[in-house]
């Protein structure tokens, strides 16, 4: 900091202390009163990559075929479920179900028409006479068989043991939810053009806020429904086994986790932070006053949050627990200098010992703020959009926790009456010089187990992986992994994966040939389609044909038979059924069908897989989540290719979407983006450590350490076989960002040291006795705070913490052993004294 600067903070800050804090406070007390409106997230697009285009087709094709929203719940009684008395229990439950708020209909094994249990007539299916399980008399044996056989309802409703049924909760297509989404995405889609006018702004601002209120009021409403739906599903639980499932439940499962990590995290740190000041310095001063600092921190940032209506993820819920540890690094940073000072000159006034202590830690602290900062607006790349806004929050968080701690820290010492230190000036018996001892004796086994180090680290990161089960981010005893894995084994899956099929694009024709065709289309429709009762205007679709049928059930049978594929159904499902009740089915039968079949079998069999509108089939596929088999990149290159090779579709004729497809998106974008974000930090540290230190040679030992402890914390993840998702994409750039805090310390406190009487071994024991305390205080804490992550619900947290604070240690003895031992070695502060040069 420049004289003229540091006088100006002296004569503002130090000068007007008490005043400064009532301002702060005031502030600070403020913006904690919108902390209660702070609003939490975990819809789908946590899960999908930012600006993936495939999210735009994956919305069309779900609006074109009505898909909507559903609760799922399964159902295994402890005896027979097709005993009386079960299904008068289903019914009732399905009853309940149905009148939620904001139902739409149930689907259930007591509604669907049954074709089977006997065998209907064709004109008993086009007039929708049609029974069910409710129909008196119904054969329950030929029902049990025709469920647990049917290509429409087995391993749908009913699991192939016929113990376990399925109730789908559908509900009402929020039609605001999505016109506010078509639009939002349509004027971003324009500024990402660069094509908005001033007004188009205006209301793309304005559209954002109103989307993000909206979606508040569309968590909340789900919020409630699931609740509603959990006290009934609770009543059945004494004779049945019952599991909720569902992306809305998953959802709101999901924002309580969130809840429950902020409060877990936020009180565990805190309270390890309590104990270890305590530990570590034996006064209640020393631990009030970094504690103090924290948590204004925290409340300032959380309001802001809030204040800026900034959302909390699944990913951001460890934000106060990384604020509170950033915080306290910077703060102990401070509290152990201005101890050094007092104790070294116990008759300093107070100002004098706060203004020395800001006047030396404000650059390295500024540094290792930068370089953290630095780390965290690196996962802005991600393309990630929980991770870009977890990128921007610990940004903005860094900074305050700078400005908070050279504010809050400085003005309570200055309000404080002095007292002696009897701590912090004599470095004799200090326990931070075994690691100065050991880089003296052992440097050459240092450095060849770092080498060594590094090349497994190496090949450990050639090992990675970014495929995962979404099935194990939760734990086993909760409702998400349960239902999952119970769907997943008996009802046919639960990721959705949609194939679409287009028509191959038509040769253009003679005019002469087109009007014959047209001719022999308006003859045939005349003189048949009146006749069936057929809409003679609706055109006759190449998919309602045997070819076309035979077409869809070549790749509808390839994909069933696929090991990590559960339920499909298709047209080829329709075309089974007509053969099932008209035996042989020719082009006309086909042709009658589509134009004559009740709604009631329409709207099951048709509507959800061909689209009148462009003449499209959809093939609906639900994938074994919990398979170990499941390699999403390669599942889907697998049926790609199998299309175009063995079944002879044109390329543009396919297209893949649905959840699945856009979750393995972001997950195959994770290995760039760690590349990315990693080669963004160190080139921006190593810029800094050049700025800083003034020397190349330097800067290069300083990355050296953080280099190897990023490399350790990946290797380690790919020898062990822990994927990158999510979270632990994060856990290199926070290594780096906070580990590299170390570094700066180091090597600024070791520059002072050599100036006194350039000699490096006497420097280097200097600086473990002196800085070296403050760092081992703080990467304690930082391993034990991140080790209280281990206590959430979401297993990315729970490695998150573990992983991060295996690197903090990783970190802490590069610094310690490998950084001295590599300047020892170099020596890039020039010769010692007395050496020739």
């Known amino acids: 900091m420049s004289a003229a600067l540091f006088s100006l903070y002296q004569r503002i800050v130090l000068k007007n202390a008490f005043w400064v804090m009532v301002l702060l406070l005031v502030g600070v007390g403020w913006l904690a009163t919108f902390i209660p409106t702070m609003k939490l997230d975990a819809s789908a697009d946590a899960l999908v990559l930012e600006g993936d285009t495939s999210l735009e087709y994956y919305r069309e094709i779900s609006k074109r075929y009505g898909a909507e929203d559903f609760l799922l719940v399964t159902y295994q009684p402890k005896n027979d479920l097709f005993a009386p008395e079960q299904l008068k229990t289903l019914g009732e439950l399905r009853r309940r179900m149905a009148e939620l708020p904001n139902v739409s209909s149930v689907n259930s094994i007591l509604d669907v028409p049954l074709l089977q249990s006997p065998r209907v007539s064709l004109s008993q299916v086009t007039s929708g006479d049609i029974p069910t399980l409710r129909t008196p008399g119904i054969d329950i044996e030929l029902v049990k068989r025709e469920l647990a056989t049917s290509p429409i309802y087995k391993s749908l409703l009913t699991s192939a043991d016929g113990r376990t049924t399925a109730l789908q909760v559908n509900l ?30 205006t209301v793309l601002a304005t559209l954002e806020t109103t989307f993000a209120d909206y979606t508040g009021v569309v968590h909340e409403r789900q919020a409630e429904l699931v609740a509603q739906a959990r006290v009934i599903v609770n009543d059945y639980r004494g004779d049945a086994t019952v599991f909720l499932g569902g992306v809305p439940m998953i959802a709101v499962d999901m924002i309580a986790f ?127 959009r929980p991770v870009i806004d977890f990128g921007w929050m610990m940004t903005m968080g860094v ?35 075994y690691f100065a001892a050991a880089t003296e004796h052992y440097g050459k086994t240092i450095l060849l187990v770092s080498a060594g180090l590094l090349l497994l680290s190496v090949w450990g990161i050639t090992q990675l992986k970014v495929e995962n089960r979404f099935i194990d981010y939760f734990h086993d005893t909760t409702e998400i992994y349960q239902g999952m894995e119970t769907i997943d084994s008996e009802l046919g899956g639960t990721i959705p994966l949609d194939i679409i099929l287009d028509l191959p694009k038509k040769q253009p024709v003679a005019a002469k040939d087109a009007a014959f065709e047209n001719d022999f289309a308006n003859d045939f429709s005349d003189d048949f389609g009146d006749d069936f009762g057929g809409d003679s205007g609706a055109p006759q679709s190449e998919w309602f044909t045997v070819a076309g049928m035979k077409r869809v059930q070549s790749v509808h049978d390839y994909v069933d038979s696929l090991p990590e594929t559960g339920k499909v159904l298709s047209l080829a499902t329709f075309y089974d059924v007509m053969k099932i009740v008209m035996g042989n089915v020719d082009d006309l039968q086909l042709a009658l069908a589509q134009r004559s079949l009740p709604e009631s079998i329409t709207s099951i069999l048709v509507d959800p897989y061909w689209s009148a509108e462009v003449d499209q089939v959809r093939i609906s596929v639900r994938v074994k989540e919990t398979s170990r088999e499941l390699h999403r990149q ?76 990023a490399g350790a914390v990946l ?53 473990h006795a002196s800085i070296g305390k403050a760092m081992y205080y703080t990467s304690i804490i930082i391993v034990f705070g991140f080790s209280i992550l281990s206590l959430s619900n979401f297993t990315p947290s729970i490695y998150f913490g573990l992983l991060t604070g295996l690197a903090m240690i990783a970190a802490l003895l590069g610094a310690m052993l490998l950084l001295p031992k590599l300047i020892l070695v170099i020596k890039p502060l020039g010769p010692e004294a007395g050496a020739k040069s």
């Open 172 to 201: 009402q297509r929020d039609e605001r939810y999505f016109a506010l989404l078509d639009e939002r995405d349509l004027l971003r889609a324009k500024a990402d053009e660069n094509t908005l006018t001033d007004a188009e702004h």
């Open 634 to 709: 390669q599942l889907l290159t697998d049926i790609r290719a199998h299309l175009i090779d063995d079944l002879g579709f044109e390329p543009e004729q396919i297209h893949l979407t649905g959840m699945l497809v856009l979750y393995n998106n972001m997950l195959q974008s994770l290995f760039s983006s760690q590349i990315m974000t990693l080669s963004a930090v160190f080139v921006a540290i190593l810029a800094m450590f050049v700025l800083l230190f003034r020397s190349l040679s330097l800067a290069f030992i300083a990355l050296t350490p953080n280099l190897l402890a």
């Open 399 to 433: 900074l305050a926790a700078l400005t908070m701690t050279f504010i809050v820290l400085p003005c309570v010492l200055m309000l404080l009456k002095p007292r002696v230190e009897t701590e912090g000036g004599s470095d004799s018996a200090t326990f931070t010089r």
């Open 258 to 384: 969130v809840k429950s990590d902020l409060r877990v995290f936020g009180s565990g740190i805190l309270l390890f932070i309590v104990v270890l000041l305590v530990a570590i310095f034996r006064s209640w001063r020393w631990m009030l006053l970094p504690l103090s600092t924290c948590v204004l921190t925290v409340v300032f940032m959380l309001g802001l949050l809030s204040f800026l209506d900034w959302r909390l993820t699944v990913i951001s819920a460890n934000f106060v627990a990384l604020l509170l540890i950033i915080t306290l690094s910077i703060t102990m940073h401070l509290v152990v200098r201005f101890r050094e000072y007092a104790a070294a000159q116990p008759d300093a006034d107070q100002f004098t010992l706060v203004s020395e202590t800001v006047g030396i830690m404000l650059r390295p602290c500024i540094y290792t703020s930068l370089t953290t900062l630095v780390a965290f607006a690196s996962l802005v790349v991600s393309g990630i």
């Open 715 to 767: 290797g380690g993840m790919g020898l062990v076989g822990i994927p990158l998702d999510m979270m632990t994409i994060t856990i290199a750039a926070i290594t780096v960002g906070i580990g590299v805090d170390d570094t700066i310390h180091y090597v600024h406190r070791f520059k002072q040291e050599f100036a006194l009487d350039r000699n490096y071994l006497a420097a280097m024991y200097r600086s």
